[in-house]
């Protein structure tokens, strides 16, 4: 597949992209710099762009390709100090997805963010209301975005990240409820998120990623 990956940069879009190359895919990485990509891969092309304001640029590098993923994020800060850029951000991938008639769409979201709210337990929702309300509030815009899209987009809910190295330690669910065990790595959300894509899972669906022991 000819895969386009914005936010390929960050900590879920490198593994994302390593992971693609090591499937054989092709991936265009759509970034604001370079650094962190293996830039000598023969299967791998870096455009550089701010995807808020190079449309034309984002329109340009995505035409061709198979699907799109995102590893975009605002990045939680305590009292939504700092950008808000997620509703913009996916406003722009999907528009220019509309222009190159790309239908599928994978993307990442902190779990208690959107729909998720609603089924999160008391502390996450405390969180939610409170300490993150700017932060959930953008990214339940852009959920908005993507849902009422017409794309065939997966929304995957990720709790609190971690570096561990194995990529196969989690457990997706189409239920919204909190995950059982928060912590999980950033392979893993990876590894979904290029599934999802590749296998056709999830379609128009929202799934909950679970960390597991063992």
Avoid: C
């Avoid at 762009?49 to 305590?78: F, P, T, W, Y």
């Avoid at 561990?164 to 999980?184: A, F, G, M, Q, W």
Wanted: glycine share 8%; aromatic share 8%.
């Amino acid at each position: 597949m000819k895969l386009l990956v914005v936010g390929a940069n960050g900590g879920v879009g490198r593994h994302i992209v390593n992971q693609a190359l090591s499937d054989k895919h092709e991936v265009t990485a759509f970034v604001r710099r370079s650094d962190g990509l293996d830039l000598s891969h023969p299967n791998l092309k870096v455009v550089i762009g701010n995807i808020l304001e190079d449309q034309h640029k984002l329109q340009d590098a995505m035409r061709g390709h198979d699907a799109v993923i995102s590893a975009l994020g605002n990045g939680l800060v305590v009292k939504g100090n700092g950008g808000k850029i997620l509703n913009r951000a996916m406003s722009s991938v999907v528009q220019a997805m509309k222009v190159n008639h790309i239908k599928r769409l994978s993307l990442l979201m902190a779990y208690g963010a959107g729909e998720s709210l609603s089924y999160a337990n008391i502390f996450i929702k405390f969180l939610g209301y409170t300490f993150f309300r700017k932060d959930f509030a953008d990214l339940g815009a852009a959920e908005k975005v993507v849902v009422e899209s017409n794309l065939e987009w997966t929304i995957a809910y990720f709790g609190a990240l971690t570096d561990e190295p194995d990529k196969n330690k989690y457990v997706p669910s189409s239920s919204l409820k909190t995950p059982s065990k928060l912590r999980i790595s950033r392979s893993s959300v990876a590894d979904f998120l290029l599934t999802s894509v590749t296998d056709r899972k999830f379609i128009k669906q929202r799934a909950v990623l679970s960390g597991r022991n063992g």
